[in-house]
C-alpha cells in the first residue's frame, strides 16, 4: 500500500518561512571586516523600513537614527577621530597605531547610530529601550538575509555627552548603539552558545 501526502502550498510556505528565519538567525554575525563594495542608501533605507516593524508598546515607535554613509561617512570619521583624540584615546599610542586606528574606522561604509527617546515613567522607558534594541536585532536580520553585515557597538565613547554632540541627540534622547554595515569581507566563525537546560527553568 503506498500513502500519498500531499501538503497544501501554504503549509509548504509556512514551513520554508520557518526554515528561513531560524538559518538567518543562526547564521548572523557580528562583522568587523568589510570589502570596499559601496552599499547603497536605498539599501539601507529598506532594511530600516522592514527593521522599524519591531514590537513596541502603544506604537511609541521610541527609535531615530542618524546615517553616516558616502561623503557623511568622511565627515562622521573625521568628527569620530576628534572625539577619540580628545579624549585621550591616542595618548599611549604611537603616530603608526594612531593611523592604523583612523584607517580601520574608514573601511567601514556605514555607521548607523540608534538613538531611542527618554520620555515617560521608568517603567515605559524601560519599554521603549527594549523596543529600540528589538528593532535592532530586526535590522542585523534583515541585513544578513541580504548579504549584508553588521556590528552593534555600544559602550566606551559611543555612550557619552560627546558623542551624543556629535549625533545631534536631543536632551530626550540616548544613544544605544551604533551599526557598522557593510559587504563582509571575513564572516567568523560561529561560538557556541550555553546549553538551554542551563538556562531554563520550569515554573
Known amino acids: 500500500m503506498i500513502i500519498v501526502i500531499i501538503y497544501s502550498e501554504k503549509v509548504l510556505s509556512e514551513e520554508m518561512k520557518r526554515m528561513h528565519v531560524q538559518q ?3 547564521t548572523r554575525r557580528s562583522i568587523r571586516s568589510y570589502t570596499e563594495q559601496p552599499v547603497p542608501v536605498e539599501l539601507v533605507e529598506a532594511l530600516l523600513e522592514t527593521a522599524m516593524y519591531a514590537p513596541n508598546h502603544k506604537l511609541r515607535e521610541p527609535w531615530r537614527f542618524v546615517l553616516a ?5 568622511t565627515r562622521y570619521v573625521d568628527a569620530l577621530m576628534e572625539l577619540l583624540t580628545a579624549r585621550g584615546q591616542f595618548e599611549t599610542k604611537t603616530s603608526e597605531q594612531r593611523q592604523q586606528a583612523e584607517r580601520k574606522l574608514r573601511e567601514v561604509p556605514v555607521y548607523l547610530t540608534v538613538l531611542c527617546q527618554v520620555q515617560g515613567t521608568p517603567d515605559q522607558q524601560l519599554e521603549d529601550t527594549l523596543a529600540t534594541a528589538a528593532m535592532i536585532q530586526n535590522l542585523q536580520l534583515v541585513a544578513t538575509e541580504r548579504g549584508l553585515g553588521c556590528c552593534w557597538k555600544s559602550g566606551k565613547h559611543w555612550f557619552t555627552p560627546e558623542y551624543a554632540s556629535i549625533v545631534h541627540a536631543s536632551e530626550n534622547e540616548r544613544v544605544l548603539g551604533v551599526i557598522q554595515i557593510g559587504w563582509p569581507a571575513l564572516v567568523p566563525p560561529v561560538k557556541p552558545r550555553t546549553s538551554l537546560k542551563d538556562k ?4
Not at 554613509?69 to 561617512?73: H, N
Not at 531554563?200 to 515554573?203: E, P, V
Request: hydrophobic share 40%.
Open 69 to 73: 554613509i558616502e561623503e557623511g561617512q
Open 24 to 26: 538567518v538567525i543562526e
Open 200 to 203: 531554563l527553568t520550569h515554573f
